[in-house]
């Protein structure tokens, strides 16, 4: 992956650490608002070990109330202020549907990493955004939207073979938009049920070995903290088990809450792997 004319080796996995801009996103802890928390949470994931930062202003948990276009564009512009004054250089990703916000944080920015839970589909106009300004992009699989795509988790042919022929069409198309770097995200949590939650990560593999990098979002999500019976403040044990697993299937970037515990893993998995047979 290009980013900021450098070269990201994804054959190695990132963390990614999430900065919510956001009053409600599912995990309390994860918020931040004024400027101030929004500098220590930054510097923080920074001294953890993230090799990227990725802003959200609009959060897309189940059920989530709607922002406006132009509170999310505040919100957003107000993070990326602070990431620029406190930790310039820094690869960035903006976790946005919208066009508009993209095209913000580019101009803001320069490059940055867009991660679009639609992949495209909820703003027709993002895809040219991202192949205008040559910047990577994260494709999530979701049907419909964070207030209805719970209502969306019928899959006829079972939900690995249906993502992943998902992402076969799509990237096709993307790349035929003038796209280059893809990045491809399962979407765990969203238009899937706790089971089939569980059995995409068991397929993760197949999705791997198509070719593009593959980022996961397993952090405190209600597939851990629901099965368990314990809240999103109780999952972070359950998260670093799932992150292992995605890891061991060839997952590229773990999209993070918790970095410094995501970076043991990633540590302790690279040492396993030296030992494994040829």
Not at 33 to 46: F, G, H, L, N, P
Not at 61 to 87: C, N, Q
Not at 186 to 198: C, D, H, I, M, T
Request: hydrophobic residues 45%; aromatic residues 6%; contains cysteine.
């Amino acid at each position: 992956m290009r980013l900021r004319d450098r070269l990201s080796d994804l054959s190695h996995p990132q963390v990614m650490a999430i900065v919510n801009i956001t009053p409600d996103s599912f995990f309390d802890a994860s918020r931040t608002w004024d400027e101030q928390s929004i500098a220590a949470r930054v510097q923080k994931v920074i001294t953890e070990g993230a090799s990227i930062i990725d802003i959200g202003g609009y959060s897309s948990r189940p059920g989530a109330d709607e922002v406006t276009l132009e509170e999310e564009l505040s919100r957003v512009e107000r993070a990326l202020a602070v990431v620029k004054d406190v930790a310039a250089g820094v690869s960035v990703s903006v976790d946005t549907f919208r066009s508009r916000v993209a095209q913000l944080a580019i101009e803001m920015m320069g490059e940055v990493i867009i991660n679009d839970i639609s992949a495209g589909e909820a703003d027709p106009a993002m895809v040219d955004v991202v192949a205008h300004y040559g910047v990577p992009y994260v494709a999530m699989h979701m049907r419909g939207t964070p207030q209805t795509m719970q209502g969306r988790t019928a899959y006829e042919r079972g939900v690995v073979e249906e993502v992943t022929a998902y992402f076969d069409r799509r990237t096709e198309w993307l790349m035929s938009r003038g796209v280059k770097d893809i990045i491809v995200d399962p979407g765990f949590g969203f238009a899937k049920s706790l089971e089939q939650n569980y059995e995409l990560l068991a397929g993760l593999g197949s999705l791997c070995q198509k070719g593009f990098p593959v980022l996961v979002g397993l952090s405190r999500k209600s597939m851990v903290y629901n099965l368990l019976a314990i809240t999103p403040a109780e999952a972070l044990n359950g998260t670093t088990a799932l992150h292992w697993e995605a890891l061991r299937q060839g997952a590229a970037i773990l999209r993070v809450h918790d970095v410094r515990e995501a970076m043991e893993v990633v540590r302790l998995h690279d040492e396993y792997k030296k030992r494994l047979p040829r």
